[in-house]
């Protein structure tokens, strides 16, 4: 096998946290060439070193931080990074992006995966540079939100190691993380912008292991492609799409995608039991209303033209240049529980943020919660807040769960195990797959989004099969074909995460297939001769990984490989999509030809055959 491309650094920083050691592994020139980077050296790393058994909060899990060959070269919106680590919301594999400076900065030490071992003795924080990584001792850092911990460690890293604080780049939990609730983010203050690793769980795993905050220091590595001036002008070339095809995202972030998705009936209102808002209701919350009277200022991740961030300020909730909610956030806080006071849902999300919370997983168990409450399966003696539409109470939900106070300690374990708590018929009412909320795409709307959800390695994920060409009617309403289309689609979200490129930039400019672009682009940085389905096939390799890691979990099978009740049994009961849901006949066609195409069994296992066509043989145990 040839030597590795200069365009990566190199070399994976395995971090102990129990004794603060640390060692270098350099990486072998095979797996870049069969994992590429961030997505699939996260599936590696956590396949190589979680055992099949272990608990989501036992110290055995790891998280992963990894990024890809195209952080710091040209090609755009690159400054994004992995988190891999086994799901205290599913059981399984997940892996979870961001973007921001973090991931830019890591690129500059030379590792492309940082992986955390193990647990610390008390809370600390992490601080890795190019020779490597130190755990240091930090419990008065407990209490902080994300936002002062990123500050408050930046401020002592930079004074410790004597660097400007502008070369120190924190990621960091909030009270959440450190109360494991089970679905705490990570969120990464910079100067330029958030960074939100949202869903999964990745800030209570690193609560598990006391670890507050990861903090990177600007390196000397920068990547060499093999053809820079051909990346150049490949990226040259882009630019222009790219900027028409985005203009939404530059005005209004992913917050404009409220009133068109909501006047073709596939926005999910009162915890799902119709998809359409009054227009009114969707416009008092719309990104359109956002923009005019509360946005202060546009914001970017490093590398990338679109600014699709925006910060926003309240006066009346005391929110100051806080992150604007995206469209998931929207739904989950918004028009799931029916709250459509622009004000308080952004003090809700600014409250999620700063504690750390992903909006998505927490919106939704909310309005679980409050449609159990409408059936008679909580009352006010569980917790005063879950009448659907009650604003205050939405706020004051964020606060209780992340400190796990009240009924909030129930909220924090998530929609999944409250039904299990609650029994009587309360699994009737979840809104997700694989104890993972459903995100903002229509599972009864998208055909596509009906079998994709369903054996998604992440669950209710909408970035394993994508929405995007169904919101343009391929595969929205059919199922012909749309079993290959979602696989293939998978294929393109692996490959994407193991760049690592942002998914709308890719999306936008480069193309929503794996198509010549991304080889030719893949190409220019490493020099490997790859054909366009050898790309592809990277893809399908992640994928397979990763499915793999949760069949040895138990937790990927048929029988797992489903949909909510709602989803399966209730049609949409008004609007533009009425009628439209995915009875269990329905899916379990679309399974018998998803796996088929995939060459799993009818167990929906990887076959010996199909593994050793990807390579990846000697990985299954």
């Not at 009936?265 to 039991?273: D, E, I, Q, S, T």
């Not at 003090?347 to 943020?353: E, G, I, Q, T, V």
């Not at 029994?423 to 903002?440: I, M, P």
């Not at 009875?583 to 990887?606: K, Q, T, V």
Request: net charge negative.
């Amino acid at each position: 096998m040839s030597d590795l491309p200069p365009v990566y650094g190199g070399e994976t920083l395995h971090v102990h946290l129990g004794d603060g050691e640390s060692e270098v592994a350099a990486i072998d020139p095979a797996d870049a060439r069969r994992f590429l980077g961030g997505n699939g050296f996260a599936a590696k790393a956590v396949h190589d070193h979680v055992p099949p058994d272990a608990d989501p909060f036992d110290p055995a899990n790891v998280v992963a931080f990894t990024v890809g060959p195209m952080n710091g070269t040209p090609f755009q919106s690159t400054s994004r990074g992995v988190v891999g680590f086994v799901s205290p919301q599913t059981n399984g594999f997940f892996d979870s992006t961001f973007g921001g400076t973090f991931p830019r900065a890591q690129k500059t030490t030379g590792f492309e995966s940082v992986v955390l071992h193990g647990a610390a003795d008390e809370l600390s924080y992490v601080v890795v540079d190019e020779e490597g990584a130190s755990v240091v001792s930090a419990p008065d850092l407990a209490g902080l939100d994300t936002y002062e911990t990123c500050a408050e460690v930046g401020d002592r890293v930079a004074e410790a190691e004597g660097v400007d604080a502008d070369d120190v780049h924190v990621v960091a939990a909030g009270p959440a993380g450190e109360n494991l609730v089970r679905y705490a983010c990570l969120l990464h203050d910079s100067e330029m912008r958030e960074g939100v690793a949202g869903r999964g769980g990745a800030g209570a795993v690193l609560g598990s292991k006391d670890v507050k905050a990861v903090a990177v220091i600007e390196g000397s590595f920068r990547p060499e492609p093999a053809a820079d001036g051909d990346l150049r002008d490949l990226v040259g070339d882009r630019m222009g799409p790219l900027m028409a095809e985005t203009e939404m995202l530059q005005n209004y972030g992913t917050s404009g995608l409220v009133n068109p998705i909501n006047e073709m009936g596939k926005l999910g209102r009162r915890n799902n039991r119709i998809e359409q808002a009054p227009r009114e209701d969707a416009e008092a919350i719309s990104g359109e209303r956002i923009r005019e009277a509360y946005v202060t200022e546009d914001t970017t991740c490093a590398n990338c033209a679109v600014a699709c961030g925006k910060h926003v300020t309240v006066e009346g909730e005391g929110v100051t240049d806080g992150k604007i909610p995206e469209f998931e956030s929207l739904f989950g806080t918004a028009t799931m529980t029916d709250v459509f006071d622009v004000e308080r849902v952004m003090k809700a999300n600014d409250l999620c943020d700063r504690l750390g919370m992903d909006t998505i997983s927490w919106g939704v168990s909310v309005a679980f919660a409050r449609e159990c409450y409408d059936e008679g399966l909580l009352t006010d003696e569980d917790s005063p807040h879950l009448a659907f539409g009650d604003a205050d109470g939405l706020v004051e939900l964020a606060r209780l769960t992340a400190h796990r106070e009240g009924f909030g300690d129930r909220l924090a374990e998530g929609s999944f195990r409250l039904a299990a708590e609650l029994d009587d018929g309360a699994e009737r009412y979840l809104h997700g797959v694989k104890g993972l909320e459903f995100a903002a795409h229509s599972p009864r709307g998208l055909k596509g989004m009906s079998v994709g959800y369903a054996t998604a390695t992440r669950g209710g994920s909408h970035h394993d099969t994508r929405p995007t060409l169904q919101y343009d009617g391929e595969h929205a309403e059919t199922t012909e074909g749309t079993p290959e289309f979602a696989a293939r689609t998978q294929h393109f979200t692996a490959l994407g995460d193991s760049l690592t490129q942002c998914r709308f930039v890719s999306e936008a400019g480069w193309g929503k297939r794996v198509t010549d672009r991304y080889r030719d682009a893949i190409t220019a940085a490493t020099g490997w001769d790859l054909s366009t389905d050898e790309v592809e096939r990277i893809g399908e390799r992640v994928y397979n990984l990763e499915r793999l890691i949760n069949v040895e979990r138990g937790v990927a099978r048929r029988e797992t490989d489903t949909l909510s009740h709602r989803v399966m049994h209730e049609p949409i009961p008004e609007g533009p999509s009425e009628g439209m849901y995915c009875p269990p006949e329905e899916l379990s066609a679309m399974l018998d030809e998803y796996y088929d195409f995939r060459g799993w069994d009818d167990d929906g296992i990887p076959t010996a055959e199909r593994l050793e066509t990807l390579d990846i043989a000697e990985l299954a145990n």
